[in-house]
């Protein structure tokens, strides 16, 4: 009977060195594997392309200025890729002439708008304040930071409303025009008072 107590004891520290050393082995591989997942290299941040930089930034909305000869207008940008640009003044004259027009082209193909932006867009307004007339001289707007960019990136004039309309002062509406002829024009000699009476409103205007 000691003979077979001891045996079993044996058994038993055997066992329990074994079961030592499994929990030893496990840990040592669950420590290997977290320095492994450390040491791994971490992957740069991708950077996103232009275009979508380009919308990640602020954009400046709208603003106002003044030409030479005292033009105020006010402009204002939207889109995302392709951006526009659109300028609406006035004269301060008694007549009260305006005119308009629209620049459009994609600036975030120049690297500085990436990043400057503000400054790109305040070097434009710079260009129209110089300008007696907002809407008439360069067609194509270059500022100074994205001079050698690709053409698409300059503002490109694109649309204007031509020569500038008076909104007050003597201009006449058609209306204005039918209803003088009905006034001053019998129906004898209606075609050629008619043409007359519209020759002349044609140089008042």
Known sequence: ??????????????ASHANMKVLHCSLLLL????????AKPRQPASTPPPAQRARNRSV????????????????????DVMVNLQVNCSTDTPSQH????????????????V???????KQLVSKLKKRPNACEGEKVLKA??????PAEAHMKLVQHSGNMQRTRGRTRTRTDVMQLQ???????WKSICSFFLGFFEGNEM
Do not use: I, M
């Open 98 to 113: 305006r005119y308009w027009c629209h620049y459009a082209g994609e600036p975030h193909l120049c690297q500085v708008y």
């Open 60 to 79: 400046p909305v709208s603003g106002r200025l003044t030409t030479e000869e005292g033009h105020r207008c006010v402009w204002q940008t939207s889109g």
């Open 115 to 121: 990043v400057k932006s503000s400054q790109y867009w």
């Open 144 to 149: 100074q930071t994205c001079k050698n960019a």
């Open 31 to 38: 420590f290997l594997l977290l320095f492994l997942t450390e």
């Open 1 to 14: 009977r000691l003979w077979l107590h001891s045996f079993t004891a044996s058994q038993r520290a055997g």
């Open 182 to 188: 009905e006034s001053y024009c019998s129906d004898k």
